[in-house]
């Protein structure tokens, strides 16, 4: 067999920059399995898990296996990773670390104390934990609002010079996104409130801790990001905004299967934030051959 003259360090990317396009390139030309599959495929495993249909099946150690789950999401979360890298400076960087610990503080005293979501207990495995606080916890967390800041800059537009505004409708786009993600991880069994709250088995006072933690986290990415670099990110990467196509699929399908309709009308909502800012690309739909 033929030498190919290369070897492996001198395939493989050796700065910051062709690594980013290495990545950029890796997503593009994976965008259906990443961001309409694996939600699909999420689905339907996490509705089997739910209404037990692999139990006593070969196909019983997929039921809520923590590791297939953690694996899913940090796989949807790809684009939007991938696309704000670039514009991940020290101080970004910085932002997210503080925001990462202040997600596993937070979480450590809601488990333990029940401030300031309400008591909950987690009903499922959701990877390795430590202190009864899943260890991917800012996998799940953090992107969800990132992609509400992203597609509130696109809505406000020039609105969005305002930090007032722009920082309040952002806060206000988390607490929906949580208004679609809660009750349908309650109706899987993720999580459950002790007592059951009126909104679908949610207390009130999740959505009241969500206003602080959603506060904390938009400013802390609202100082370490430039968003007008943010911006002109988004105007050359058509896929930064596939996560929340992911989550639209995933969870509004959940929450419609459990008739939870309220929630699903909130996707229904983000999913036309997406269409009317052209951040939904029909190609996405469409498999590669």
Do not use: K, Q
Request: glycine residues 10%; proline residues 5%.
């Amino acid at each position: 067999m033929a030498e190919s003259g290369f070897s492996v360090e001198e395939r493989l990317p050796t700065t910051r920059e062709e690594w980013e396009r290495r990545l950029d390139r890796l997503v593009r030309e994976n965008r259906f399995t990443i961001s309409v599959f694996f939600p699909l495929n999420g689905l339907i495993l996490l509705l089997a898990s739910a209404e037990g249909w692999f139990d006593g099946t070969l196909l019983a150690p997929l039921t809520f296996n923590g590791l297939f789950i953690l694996f899913g999401t940090m796989v949807m979360r790809s684009p939007l990773v991938v696309g704000v890298l670039p514009r991940t400076t020290r101080r970004a960087a910085t932002g997210v670390g503080l925001l990462t610990l202040y997600a596993y503080a937070v979480e450590y005293t809601g488990v333990h104390t029940g401030f300031p979501y309400g008591s909950f207990s987690y009903g499922v495995d959701l990877g390795p934990t430590v202190g009864s606080v899943p260890l991917g916890l800012p996998v799940f967390f953090v992107p969800l609002v990132m992609n509400a800041y992203l597609l509130c800059l696109l809505l406000l537009g020039d609105r969005a010079e305002s930090a007032a505004v722009r920082l309040t409708t952002v806060v206000a786009a988390v607490l929906a996104m949580d208004v679609v993600l809660d009750p349908g991880a309650v109706a899987l069994g993720f999580w459950a409130y002790d007592p059951p709250g009126a909104f679908y088995g949610v207390p009130w006072s999740n959505y009241a801790g969500w206003v602080v933690s959603a506060t904390v986290a938009v400013a802390l990415l609202d100082w370490g990001y430039d968003r007008r670099r943010l911006l002109a990110r988004l105007d050359d990467c058509e896929f930064m905004l596939d996560d929340l196509v992911s989550f639209v699929i995933l969870w509004g399908g959940i929450n419609a299967w459990f008739g939870n309709w309220l929630p699903v009308a909130v996707a229904a909502l983000f999913g036309l934030g997406l269409v009317s800012t052209d951040r939904f690309d029909s190609r996405v739909l469409r498999i590669r051959r």
